[in-house]
């Protein structure tokens, strides 16, 4: 069973930064690809940013280039979401969540290729 708990969000001003971070457990957290995704209400839950179980590569949502950062530090099991200039579309519940696949070269956009899933954590920009 592996357990990702999210931290890190909260109320900030547009133009403001949040830190996310996501903490995981249960398995070998290294062999897996992380990915971040966003559901605002009414929306369908996006892909925000994924990384390579190695850290090696990274992808974003165009939404987010340039604003967001993903890394991670596998000796910690974590997993953050640096962002940056925010704007109020960027309010949601933020999800992490962990590749099915061990090693996978390309993570995917699509939340049904990750099966572990954090329980969110809710990002609001005011204008």
């Known amino acids: 069973q592996v357990q990702l708990v999210e931290s890190g969000g909260g109320l900030v001003q547009a133009g403001g930064s949040l830190r996310l971070s996501c903490a995981a457990s249960?398995?070998?957290?290294?062999?897996?690809?992380m990915g971040w995704f966003r559901q605002a209400p009414g929306k369908e839950r996006d892909l925000v940013a994924t990384?390579?179980?190695?850290?090696?590569?990274?992808t974003y949502a165009d939404s987010v280039k340039d604003r967001f950062t993903i890394s991670r530090d596998n000796s910690k099991n974590t997993v953050y979401l640096q962002m940056n200039n925010l704007k109020p579309e960027d309010t949601a519940v933020y999800y992490c969540?962990?590749?099915?696949?061990?090693?996978?070269?390309?993570?995917?956009?699509?939340?049904?290729?990750?099966?572990?899933w954090g329980q969110g954590t809710q990002v609001t920009v005011s204008s």
């Open positions: 249960g398995r070998t957290f290294s062999n897996y690809g």
């Open positions: 990384i390579k179980w190695d850290g090696g590569s990274t």
């Open positions: 969540a962990a590749d099915r696949r061990i090693r996978a070269p390309l993570l995917s956009n699509t939340p049904a290729q990750y099966n572990y």
